[in-house]
Structure formats: C-alpha cells, structure tokens
C-alpha cells in the first residue's frame, strides 16, 4: 500500500506547476508562457518532497491517513517557492549616505571612480566582526524569507582581499545552515579590483586564480561570478578569468552589459555560463547571439529593480530577449548600493511594466529559470513529483493578481522542504 501524504494542499483556486515544458533546458520563446496551471487543485507531500499535484477530482483519498496535515487553500494560489538567483547577500554597514548624492545626479560610476559605491561597503565589510556579518545575513534571510524566497543565491564581494572574501563565503555558508532558506554561494572576489590593486585589475585577478579558487570547493562554493565593466574588469581579462575558473571546475556568471555594451554577455555564454547578468545594454541582436552560442542554456538574469534604483532609463528588452530564444530569469540583485531591496514580487512588477514580460513568463522568471540560473532545476523551480516540498500559499485566487498589486506581499504561507516556516 502506498504511504499516507504528510502534508496536503486541497482546493486551491489555481495551482502554477510551473511544469508542463521542456526539462532538458531553461524556458524560452513560447515555452516561456506555456506551464500548466490546474484550477481547483492539489499539492501532496510525502516529507520533504513532492508526491503528486493535480486537480481535485483525481486526488487519491486512500493516501489521506490519519497523520496526514490538510490545509485548505481555497481562494487562493499554490506555487514554487521562489527562486532569487542572484543578491549580494553578506556586508558590512549601508549606503544611506550616498542615497542623496545620487539623487542630485551623481551617476553609479561616477560615486565609484570618487572611492564611493562598492569600495565603501569594502572598507565597512572589512571592518565588521564575522558575526555581525552573520547576524546581518540572517536578518536578510529572514525578510527574503517573508517574500516567500525558499532558494536564494548569495554572492561575497565585498572584502576584496583573499582573507576577507573566504570569511564572506564562509558567513554565506552559515547562514544557510542556521535557517531555512537555502543559500547557494557564489564567489565573486572579481567584484572591482582590490584598493591595494588600484589601476592594476589583471594583477588582481591573477591573485584571485593563485591564491583564493584553490581554496574554494565547486561542490560548496558552485560558481565564480565577475563584473565586466567599465571600472571594474575587460572583457579579455574576465575570459581569462573565467576560463582559469572553468579549469578548476567551477559554474560560471558575469554582471555583463548593465551600463555599457562591452560583449561580455557572448564571451561568458561561449565559455559555457550558466547566467549572464543585468543585460540593460544588451541588443536583441546581442542576445540573439547568446541565445545561439549557448543553444538556450545560458539564461539572462534581468534585475529591474536596479534601472529603477539608479535613475536610468535604459531596461533590459527582456520581451525580445524572449522572442530571441534566450531564457529570462528575475531577480532584485539585493545589494547596499544598487538596490537595497528584498521584494522580489517588485523586481516581478517592474519587469512586466518595464521590460515587457507577461505575468506568466515573469512567473517563470522568478521560479524554474532561477533555478536554472543557479543549476538547481532538479531540485526547485516547479511543482513536480520528486521536487522539493518548497512551496508558497498566497493569499489572492488569481496569479493576475500577483503584478498587480503593486509593491504588496501576497505571500501567506511559506512550506520550505515540506515543513511550514
Ligand atoms: O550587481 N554591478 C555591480 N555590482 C552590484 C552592485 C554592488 C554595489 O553597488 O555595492 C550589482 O549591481
Ligand atoms: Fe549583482
């Protein structure tokens, strides 16, 4: 006899599987809309994973025993927990200070290039103690957490020497351990180069390949990230870096494309990267490109919030990035300077009002194609027997609503590895 549920949703207005399209890669082109949504239907979880998701009518009642917890979702949503594939999770202090600098029109380079920006969170992280680094990280965790974020990706960064980027890791490692929400680390020592390596950005990074990838795990520590810009890294140098990083076994991803068109995008998609980010410059010809080099596996993670955040008006076309065959995931970048912000449903609205998503492809770039974008497909992303038991109940009775109440939570209950949280 088949095992007794151990926890079952019933009723609910509209579950989004998420599932329904291609396995084999992340969703694009139409596949981007096309998942399945089953109206009145039902979640079951065996522990910590999914067992069976389906319309009420087909629901096995032999396997409702007398342990089995029922929540009644009627009126309401069923879905994923959401994926957020990109933040810069662990640092020190905040940029409060730079907020009116900026709103009297100093541009994000400009603050920089002045010692502002990322080096003054550099001087702020070095000089925290690690536990108020993780304390600070909980904290964060726990307000993504409230948004409903079941799996999130957590970058360091921001130490920019070998010692304190190994602590960021390290603090990105315990703050998974210590709450619920999976944290997955990427290091991104090639953040800008060091102070101590001012003007010298290729020295930097041969620093960063000798002395700190071969201290790091790929199975702890999966990806090696690298912003290609403009006062930060070239495109020549971040390939030479990335390859290094490739050798060593690492996943790969690039801030790529976010002020200036430099072709980062298409060298990080030919080295084979699972993710390449930001993509406000990046041409529909450009992602075209991408799309083609990495025949679709290469997702474009697009931070809406960030444009917003910096008072520009350039947005990524994530529509005809779509339309390109390139897969599009959402995400808030949350970081101290580009985007102080958790409310991932945000980056969901914005993307849809400024880069031209449909809620359903936005849906799907908040959920599968994250989970894509940070290789964990097999285990989040939709709802699916085998799945993880990460799952969100949210208190509307249409996912139409979910872009449309502007800057609200819908979430209700989050269900992270089949227990509530
Ligand atoms: O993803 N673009 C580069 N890095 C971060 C911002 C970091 C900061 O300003 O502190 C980003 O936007
Ligand atoms: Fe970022």
Redesign the pocket.
Known sequence: MLQPYSLLFCHAAQVLTLAGGPTDKPLTGAAHADWRIIEHGYVACLGDTIAAVGPMDELDAARIGPDTRVVDASGRVLMPGLVEC?T?LVFGGNRADEFQRKLQGESYLDILASGGGILSTVRKTRAAAEEELLQSALHHLDGFRRYGITTLEAKSGYGLDAETELRLLRVAQQAGAQQPVRVVPTFLGAHVPGPEYKGRPADYLAMLAADVLPQLDPAAVPFVDIFCEEGAFSVDDSRHYLQRARELGFGLKI?AEQLHDLGGCLMAAELGAVSV?HCDYLTPEGAAQVAAASQGRTVAVLLPLVPLYLRQEKYAPGRQFIEAGLPVALST?F?PGSCPSKNLWLALQVACLKMGLTPREALAAVTLNAAWAIGQQANCGSLAPGKRADLLLLGVPDYRELPYWLGENPVEQVVIGGQFV
């Open positions: 990109h810069h801030h980010d970048d970081n």
